[in-house]
């Protein structure tokens, strides 16, 4: 039975057209059986043992926590560069507007590095609470 919606014949994305139709098939499929109810509360992880998660939640948490080190450093970088391009500027201007300019930039600078202190502090922190609760469910096992 051909589904109801259809494509035009198109060499470049044929195959990812005939994919996407077989999802949509595959979705309509599972919400007639359900009765037109999502299955939201479905755990897409049940097929999985706990102890084949671990390994795999440490690792996500280590590449979650370089990335939050990545993000403050990049914060901290455009902190810096605002903080010099404003001192740079007011160093050199001969006019007012630039000097204004200058003037904006610095506490620009300041603020972007503190925001992203705080934004680390904060990701750190919930990193940590989900570090311990993956260290508890270890201890557990």
């Known amino acids: 039975m051909r589904p109801p919606y259809s494509f035009e ?6 195959s990812y057209k005939m994919l996407l139709c077989m999802q949509l098939d595959s979705c309509i499929c599972n ?4 009765g037109n109810k999502t299955n939201m509360g479905h755990n897409p992880y049940s097929q999985f043992d706990s102890a084949e ?3 795999r939640d440490q690792l996500a948490i280590d590449r979650t926590l370089l990335a939050n080190e990545r993000t403050l450093m990049s914060y ?10 404003g001192v740079s500027i007011i160093h050199f201007s001969h006019e007012l507007w630039f000097t204004i300019t200058g003037f904006i930039c610095l506490p620009s600078g300041i603020i972007t590095a ?16 989900v570090r ?7 201890a557990a096992e």
Do not use: C, Q, T
């Open 53 to 55: 998660l671990i390994l």
């Open 132 to 138: 311990l609760k993956l260290s508890n469910i270890i």
């Open 31 to 34: 919400i007639k059986k359900n």
């Open 9 to 14: 014949h198109n060499a470049i994305g044929d």
């Open 114 to 129: 503190w925001f992203g202190a705080l934004r680390f502090k904060k990701m750190d922190k919930a990193i940590s609470v």
């Open 76 to 85: 901290l970088r455009s902190g810096v560069a605002l903080f010099i391009a």
